[in-house]
C-alpha cells in the first residue's frame, strides 16, 4: 500500500523536516519521499485533512483493557481500535486482568492477541503474585517474554522490604518498577480529595498527604538501592516538589500525570456524578496549576489517559460505592490542547515515555519506519457519549469543552483514521 499524507506539518524535533509543511509518501510501512510538492497517482491512498499535522505515534503508559476476564468492559480487539483513532500507536496495558497478568504465559497471551494490530500492546506485568503484595512475581521472566514494566495497577505496595527487593533484583535486568502512590492507612475509606467540597458534600476524604507520605518513603528506598522507578499518576502540589528534589539528586525516578488531573478540579463532585470518581483524585485548583507547571519544566515527565473502562453497573450507583476510573484515550489530546503547546504535548506522549519504558523512537525523515500519528491542534468541540467507540462510556470528559482532535495512526502498514 502506499499512502500520500498531502499537507502535513511535521512536529518533530529529531526530523530534519520539523516544523515544516511537506507532502509525506510511505511505501510499505516506510518513508519514500518528503517533499514540497508529491504528485498523487491512482494507486495512492491520500489523506487530506484540515489542518494536518504529523509527529512519531504517541505511546499511551497507562491503558486498561478488560481481556482477559472482563471482555464485557473493553476487548483488546476494540481496545486497539479505540488506541488507533486516539492517536495511540503504542500502549502499555495494566495487569488489571482476571487472571493478573503475573507469569510469562499471561504476557504472551496479551502479546499474541494483539499481533499483526496497527497498535503495539506493551504488557505490564504486575510486581506481586496476584498483585496481592505479598510475593514477588516472576518479573525476569514476564520481561523475557515482552513485559515492559512492573507493577500493581492502582494498588501501593505497603511492604517496604518488598519494593526494596524488587528495585534491587530489577537491576539485574534493567527492569522498571512502578509504584504507585497511595498508603492505605490514611486513605482509609476515603472516595474524594479531602477539602472543602467533600467536606460540604458529606463524602469521606483522600488527604494529600496519603499521596505524598508514600512518594517520600519510595524516594528514600529508591536512593538506597538505586535502580529505576517510575511513580505513575500523581496528583498534588507536594507530590511534584518531591519529584523535582529527587531528580535533582540524581535519581533515577520518572513519573506520570493523568489527563484529566490537568484539567478537572473536586469542583467537580458537586452534583455527585460518578464517572468524575477516579484514583487518584481530582484535587484543587492549586494542584492542578502545580501540576501543569511540573509538565511545562520537565519534572512530570509523562502524560496518559489513564483509560480505566468500567462497567455501568458498577458506576450507575451511588457515588461512595461507585467503582473509580475514567476511559480516556478519545480525550487524551482534545484534553491537553487546550492547556501545552503541541511540542510539549508530542514530548510527554512520545518522546519521553519510549525513552523511559526502554521503546526505540521512530522518526519523521526519509527511509525511515513509518509510525506516525495525524492530528489537529485546533479544532474544538463538546465531548458527547456519542463520540465514544471505547465499549464502556465512563468517560470523566463527556460535556467538556476539548480543543485539538486525533485524526488517527499510520502504523505496522495499517493507515487507520478517525474521520
Same mark, same amino acid.
Given at each position: 500500500?502506499?499512502?500520500?499524507?498531502?499537507?502535513?506539518?511535521?512536529?518533530?524535533?529529531?526530523?530534519?523536516?520539523?516544523?515544516?509543511?511537506?507532502?509525506?509518501?510511505?511505501?510499505?510501512?516506510?518513508?519514500?519521499?518528503?517533499?514540497?510538492?508529491?504528485?498523487?497517482?491512482? +494507486?495512492?491512498?491520500?489523506?487530506?485533512?484540515?489542518?494536518? $499535522?504529523?509527529?512519531?505515534?504517541?505511546?499511551?503508559?497507562?491503558?486498561?483493557? #478488560?481481556?482477559?476476564?472482563?471482555?464485557?468492559?473493553?476487548?483488546?480487539?476494540? #481496545?486497539?481500535?479505540?488506541? =488507533?483513532?486516539?492517536?495511540?500507536?503504542?500502549?502499555?496495558?495494566?495487569?488489571?486482568?482476571?487472571?493478573?497478568?503475573?507469569?510469562?504465559?499471561?504476557?504472551?497471551?496479551?502479546?499474541?492477541?494483539?499481533?499483526?494490530?496497527?497498535?503495539?500492546?506493551?504488557?505490564?506485568?504486575?510486581?506481586?503474585?496476584?498483585?496481592?503484595?505479598?510475593?514477588? =512475581?516472576?518479573?525476569?521472566?514476564?520481561?523475557?517474554?515482552?513485559?515492559?514494566?512492573?507493577?500493581?495497577?492502582?494498588?501501593?505496595?505497603?511492604?517496604?522490604?518488598?519494593? %526494596?527487593?524488587?528495585?534491587?533484583?530489577?537491576?539485574?535486568? +534493567?527492569?522498571?518498577?512502578?509504584?504507585?502512590?497511595?498508603?492505605?492507612?490514611?486513605?482509609?475509606?476515603?472516595?474524594?480529595?479531602?477539602?472543602?467540597?467533600?467536606?460540604?458534600?458529606?463524602?469521606?476524604?483522600?488527604?494529600?498527604?496519603?499521596?505524598?507520605?508514600?512518594?517520600?518513603? +519510595?524516594?528514600?528506598?529508591?536512593?538506597?538501592?538505586?535502580?529505576?522507578?517510575?511513580?505513575?499518576?500523581?496528583?498534588?502540589?507536594?507530590?511534584?516538589?518531591?519529584?523535582?528534589?529527587?531528580?535533582?539528586?540524581?535519581?533515577?525516578?520518572?513519573?506520570?500525570?493523568?489527563?484529566?488531573?490537568?484539567?478537572?478540579?473536586?469542583?467537580?463532585?458537586?452534583?455527585?456524578?460518578?464517572?468524575? %470518581?477516579?484514583?487518584?483524585?481530582?484535587?484543587?485548583?492549586?494542584?492542578?496549576?502545580?501540576?501543569?507547571?511540573?509538565?511545562?519544566?520537565?519534572?512530570?515527565?509523562?502524560?496518559?489517559?489513564? $483509560?480505566?473502562?468500567?462497567?455501568?453497573?458498577?458506576?450507575?450507583?451511588?457515588?461512595?460505592?461507585?467503582?473509580?476510573?475514567?476511559?480516556?484515550?478519545?480525550?487524551?489530546?482534545?484534553?491537553?490542547? !487546550?492547556?501545552?503547546?503541541?511540542?510539549?504535548?508530542?514530548?510527554?506522549? !512520545?518522546?519521553?515515555?519510549?525513552?523511559?519504558?526502554?521503546?526505540?523512537?521512530?522518526?519523521?525523515?526519509?527511509?525511515?519506519?513509518?509510525?506516525?500519528?495525524?492530528?489537529?491542534?485546533?479544532?474544538?468541540?463538546?465531548? +458527547?457519549?456519542?463520540?465514544?467507540?471505547?465499549?464502556?462510556?465512563?468517560?470523566?470528559?463527556?460535556?467538556?469543552?476539548?480543543?485539538?482532535?486525533?485524526?488517527?495512526?499510520?502504523?505496522?502498514?495499517?493507515?487507520?483514521?478517525?474521520?
Amino acid at each position: 500500500m502506499i499512502t500520500l499524507l498531502k499537507s502535513a506539518k511535521i512536529v518533530d524535533n529529531n526530523s530534519p523536516f520539523h516544523n515544516s509543511i511537506k507532502d509525506i509518501l510511505i511505501s510499505d510501512g516506510v518513508i519514500i519521499e518528503i517533499s514540497d510538492v508529491i504528485d498523487s497517482k491512482e +494507486d495512492y491512498t491520500v489523506v487530506e485533512l484540515d489542518n494536518l $499535522h504529523v509527529s512519531s505515534g504517541w505511546f499511551d503508559t497507562s491503558v486498561s483493557l #478488560g481481556e482477559p476476564g472482563y471482555e464485557e468492559r473493553e476487548t483488546i480487539e476494540n #481496545g486497539l481500535n479505540v488506541a =488507533a483513532k486516539s492517536g495511540f500507536t503504542r500502549i502499555a496495558v495494566n495487569p488489571n486482568t482476571n487472571p493478573i497478568s503475573d507469569s510469562k504465559s499471561s504476557i504472551e497471551y496479551l502479546i499474541h492477541k494483539s499481533s499483526n494490530k496497527a497498535v503495539h500492546l506493551h504488557p505490564v506485568g504486575a510486581l506481586t503474585q496476584k498483585s496481592e503484595g505479598v510475593e514477588m =512475581a516472576e518479573l525476569y521472566d514476564m520481561q523475557q517474554s515482552g513485559a515492559i514494566a512492573f507493577g500493581d495497577y492502582k494498588r501501593s505496595i505497603e511492604n517496604d522490604n518488598l519494593l %526494596k527487593i524488587a528495585l534491587l533484583y530489577a537491576q539485574n535486568f +534493567d527492569g522498571l518498577v512502578l509504584s504507585f502512590p497511595k498508603n492505605k492507612k490514611i486513605a482509609g475509606e476515603g472516595v474524594a480529595h479531602e477539602g472543602v467540597n467533600a467536606t460540604r458534600l458529606g463524602l469521606k476524604g483522600i488527604p494529600a498527604l496519603a499521596e505524598e507520605i508514600q512518594i517520600a518513603r +519510595d524516594l528514600f528506598l529508591l536512593e538506597y538501592t538505586g535502580g529505576k522507578l517510575h511513580i505513575p499518576t500523581i496528583s498534588t502540589k507536594k507530590s511534584v516538589a518531591l519529584i523535582k528534589e529527587a531528580k535533582n539528586k540524581g535519581l533515577q525516578v520518572t513519573c506520570s500525570v493523568a489527563a484529566h488531573n490537568l484539567l478537572l478540579t473536586d469542583e467537580k463532585l458537586i452534583g455527585f456524578d460518578a464517572k468524575v %470518581k477516579v484514583n487518584p483524585p481530582l484535587r484543587t485548583v492549586e494542584d492542578k496549576e502545580a501540576l501543569i507547571a511540573g509538565v511545562k519544566e520537565g519534572v512530570i515527565d509523562i502524560i496518559t489517559s489513564d $483509560h480505566n473502562p468500567i462497567d455501568i453497573e458498577e458506576k450507575k450507583v451511588e457515588f461512595s460505592i461507585a467503582k473509580d476510573g475514567t476511559i480516556g484515550m478519545e480525550t487524551t489530546f482534545g484534553a491537553l490542547a !487546550s492547556v501545552f503547546d503541541v511540542e510539549t504535548i508530542v514530548k510527554c506522549l !512520545s518522546d519521553r515515555p519510549k525513552s523511559i519504558f526502554g521503546i526505540e523512537n521512530t522518526v519523521i525523515d526519509i527511509n525511515a519506519k513509518a509510525e506516525i500519528t495525524l492530528f489537529n491542534p485546533k479544532e474544538t468541540r463538546t465531548f +458527547d457519549e456519542k463520540d465514544i467507540i471505547s465499549t464502556s462510556k465512563n468517560s470523566i470528559f463527556i460535556g467538556e469543552n476539548l480543543v485539538g482532535k486525533a485524526y488517527g495512526i499510520y502504523a505496522n502498514q495499517q493507515l487507520i483514521l478517525n474521520t
